[in-house]
T-cell receptor
Framework: DTGVSQNPRHKITKRGQNVTFRCDPI?????LYWYRQTLGQGPEFLTY????????KSRLLSDRFSAERPKGSFSTLEIQRTEQGDSAMYLC???????????FGSGTRLTVV | GQNIDQPTEMTATEGAIVQINCTYQ??????LFWYQQHAGEAPTFLSY????GLEEKGRFSSFLSRSKGYSYLLLKELQMKDSASYLC????????????FGAGTQVVVTP
């Protein structure tokens, strides 16, 4: 069990560019979550998958954001036409049952310049 | 979303005890989690409470009172490595999938 893996660890992009992040959850975990965290704040929910189905999406997520989990394994989060306000740590987490809490990945730090 | 309140920062000395409080609105409550997050790292799961009472796990304990909308995380025999942010997260009944996190309490352990 290698834990939750996220790539890349860091991404610097120019405003207006598109970026895509990848998350590989713990293999037996059927639930996958994306969160965003800015400095001094707790993680903020973005979206949630159970297997390949996207069950919930935050109203905070504009149409520039899209997430997929095509075969119920890894997931991608794409941000189109990035803005400076998108600069944050993007965290992926997975779980089998909520009673065990989430296992978070190390995150992808996005900086939009 | 509903407010989740916790103190911004607490300072304590090595070997001491610190209690981090978390308050939330009781309507729709469906479970509370505590996470530890060291600077620049991912949050790690500490505890889960859904029923009233105290859950003890080594040096860390977590307490819940559902009627009061109140939880605390108790850190005993503080060590320097306990310096971190401690996040309170609540699951609401209208969503099984997501947790709502507080802003975190930064605990600073001094020698």
């Amino acid at each position: 069990d290698t834990g939750v893996s996220q790539n890349p660890r860091h991404k610097i992009t120019k405003r207006g560019q598109n970026v895509t992040f990848r998350c590989d959850p713990i293999s037996e975990h059927n639930r996958l979550y994306w969160y965003r965290q800015t400095l001094g704040q707790g993680p903020e929910f973005l979206t949630y998958f159970q297997n390949e189905a996207q069950l919930e999406k935050s109203r905070l997520l504009s149409d520039r954001f899209s997430a997929e989990r095509p075969k119920g394994s890894f997931s991608t989060l794409e941000i189109q036409r990035t803005e400076q306000g998108d600069s944050a740590m993007y965290l992926c987490a997975s779980s089998l049952r909520e009673i065990y809490g989430y296992t978070f990945g190390s995150g992808t730090r996005l900086t939009v310049v | 979303g509903q407010n989740i309140d916790q103190p911004t920062e607490m300072t304590a000395t090595e070997g001491a005890i610190v209690q981090i409080n978390c308050t939330y609105q009781t309507s729709g409550f469906n479970g509370l989690f505590w996470y530890q997050q060291h600077a620049g790292e991912a949050p790690t799961f500490l505890s889960y409470n859904v029923l009233d009472g105290l859950e003890e796990k080594g040096r860390f304990s977590s307490f819940l009172s559902r009627s009061k909308g109140y939880s605390y995380l108790l850190l005993k025999e503080l060590q320097m490595k306990d310096s971190a942010s401690y996040l309170c997260a609540v699951r609401w009944t209208d969503s099984w999938g997501k947790f709502q996190f507080g802003a975190g309490t930064q605990v600073v352990v001094t020698p």
